[in-house]
């Protein structure tokens, strides 16, 4: 349902070759997770005291919970967790506060 989420998301850098972010988004989300759907970006941040850039999409897709593959030696686990859990999570949670903060301020 388009009300769950996976709360701790694959991340990663732009590799050589890669045509443009979107592409290694798409790449990193099929390594990592085995899942691949329609992205698009709902917002960015940066930060200055981690010299980083951060840009958050949005996945769209149909699959089942259980249909994620993790890749082995990079991701260690997921959860997935409805929107009200979600909104509710802690900074000592998983979730990143940038990804909430987009995703509130969208309503999504």
């Not at 709902?42 to 699959?63: K, N, P, Q, T």
């Amino acid at each position: 349902p388009i009300n769950d989420y996976i709360y701790e998301v694959p991340a990663g850098l732009v590799d050589k070759g890669d045509k443009d972010i979107l592409e290694s988004v798409k790449r990193e989300l099929k390594e990592e997770t085995g899942l691949s759907g329609e992205m698009k970006e709902i917002g960015r941040a940066v930060r200055h005291d981690h010299h980083s850039f951060y840009v958050v999409y949005l996945c769209e897709a149909d699959f089942e919970k259980d249909s994620i593959v993790l890749q082995e030696g990079e991701t260690i686990g997921y959860k997935w967790v409805d929107k009200e859990t979600m909104f509710k999570l802690d900074g000592n949670e998983l979730a990143s506060s940038r990804t909430l903060e987009i995703v509130k301020k969208l309503d999504l």
